[in-house]
Structure formats: structure tokens, C-alpha cells
């Protein structure tokens, strides 16, 4: 019997990864059913003092498609595995680290999954996305090798 996870947060980026993330989600709801919450960050470009800030309503509308397509496959493979579970999905915008952990405090998620596969120097880089949410998320959290996961 697994821990009774209800409400799981699964991170997706639309990398590959993502498959891993959400196969890993369906895997923890299988025994207890719940909601399954598809979640993304979408960050502002940086722009310069002289240049004046991008309109971002093309990239939003162009989010909610593809989450809207991401919930729909979601919900198809859980239905298609017989579980009692239902999917949504979650825009944020702002730092995916702290949007998503804010986020899954005021929603009170029981698990996050994301997928912790940047290289060396990515990380050193930009720092590492799965790294903040280990030390920052407010519930459980699991992180998910891509390539590693069984599928669902």
C-alpha cells in the first residue's frame, strides 16, 4: 500500500522529461485515486531598461493550448489504466521554483514530481530547478531520472 498521496503536483516543461514526470504520477495514483495537477511555470523574458517589456499574451495563449493538450493525454492514459483520477493543469507565471512551491502550499499538494536532468553545466549555469523544489516545496517530493521511468 502505497503513502495515500490525493493530490499530485507533477512539473512539465515540455521536454521529454515530462513524460517521465507524469508516467511517475499516474504510478503514485494508481492505488488512491485523486488529482493529478500538471503544472507550469512560465517566466518573463529578460528584457533591457531601453526596450520596452515584451507582450506576453501570444506566449500565455500558446501555454494554455499545450497544457490544455498535456491534461487531455493525461487524463486519456489514466482513464486508459483504470484509475479514479482526474486531471487539471496550472499555469504560473514568475520563477518556476518559487511559483510552483507557493503554489503547491496555497493548493495543498501532498507530492511534487519533477525531473532532475540538466547537465553540469546547465545547473552551475542557471542554478537547478529540482534542487530549489527538494529544499523549498512544502510536501513530499520526487524526483524523476528521464530514461529511467517505467512507463506507465
Not at 504520477?25 to 517566466?43: D, K
Not at 498535456?70 to 518556476?96: C, K, R
Not at 517530493?141 to 530514461?147: A, C, D, E, I, M
Request: proline share 7%; net charge negative.
Amino acid at each position: 500500500m502505497g503513502p495515500g498521496f490525493t493530490h499530485i503536483a507533477c512539473c512539465i516543461e515540455g521536454s521529454p522529461a515530462q513524460e517521465a514526470v507524469i508516467a511517475a504520477g499516474i504510478r503514485l495514483l494508481a492505488e488512491t485515486g485523486g488529482t493529478m495537477s500538471l503544472v507550469h511555470a512560465i517566466t518573463q523574458p529578460i528584457t533591457m531598461m531601453a526596450t520596452p517589456a515584451p507582450d506576453m499574451t501570444d506566449m500565455f495563449d500558446a501555454a494554455k493550448t499545450w497544457m490544455g493538450d498535456a491534461v487531455n493525454d493525461a487524463q486519456h492514459a489514466i482513464t486508459a489504466a483504470g484509475i479514479s483520477a482526474t486531471v487539471d493543469g496550472v499555469l504560473l507565471e514568475g520563477h518556476p521554483g518559487i511559483s510552483i512551491t507557493d503554489w503547491a502550499k496555497r493548493s495543498h499538494v501532498d507530492l511534487i514530481i519533477a525531473a532532475s536532468h540538466r547537465g553540469h553545466f546547465d545547473r552551475a549555469l542557471l542554478g537547478s530547478f529540482a534542487t530549489y523544489v527538494a529544499y523549498h516545496a512544502p510536501c513530499d517530493v520526487h524526483l524523476v531520472r528521464p530514461g529511467t521511468a517505467p512507463p506507465a
